[in-house]
């Protein structure tokens, strides 16, 4: 995986659970926005969650608009109980980057296959 800096690379190995997004430049950008807000979403709770590292690649699908986004997350509680989101993981990158390119340059679909 290639990410766009030392920073971003790092935060992915060794950092807080987070979630990153690629580039233009198909490179891994930690994305502070989406990671405090499954913090936080996890932290309001009932029963309060700190989100346990599990590396993953993952489409995510907007509900409103249908448009899908490639996220690389180093914990998927982050996207638990997201309100605008749905989310399929996926076993390997390789096995992610397959299904996204089948959807074309601009994804924008009724469900995640």
């Known amino acids: 995986m290639r990410f766009c800096s030392p920073f971003d ?48 690649h993952v489409l995510v699908r907007d509900r409103a608009t249908g448009f899908v986004s490639w996220f690389y997350v180093t914990s998927l509680d982050l996207l638990l109980d997201h309100p605008r989101l749905e989310h399929q993981p996926y076993d390997s990158e390789e096995a992610c980057a397959a299904v996204h390119d089948r959807l074309g340059l601009a994804p924008v679909v009724d469900a995640l296959p």
Not at 30 to 44: I, K, M, T, V
Request: proline content about 12%; aromatic content about 6%; charged content about 40%.
């Open 9 to 56: 690379r790092d935060m992915a190995a060794d950092g807080p659970p987070a979630v990153f997004v690629r580039s233009p430049e198909h490179e891994w950008r930690l994305e502070a926005d989406l990671s405090r807000d499954g913090w936080e979403r996890l932290g309001r709770r009932d029963d309060p969650l700190v989100p346990v590292r599990r590396p993953s």
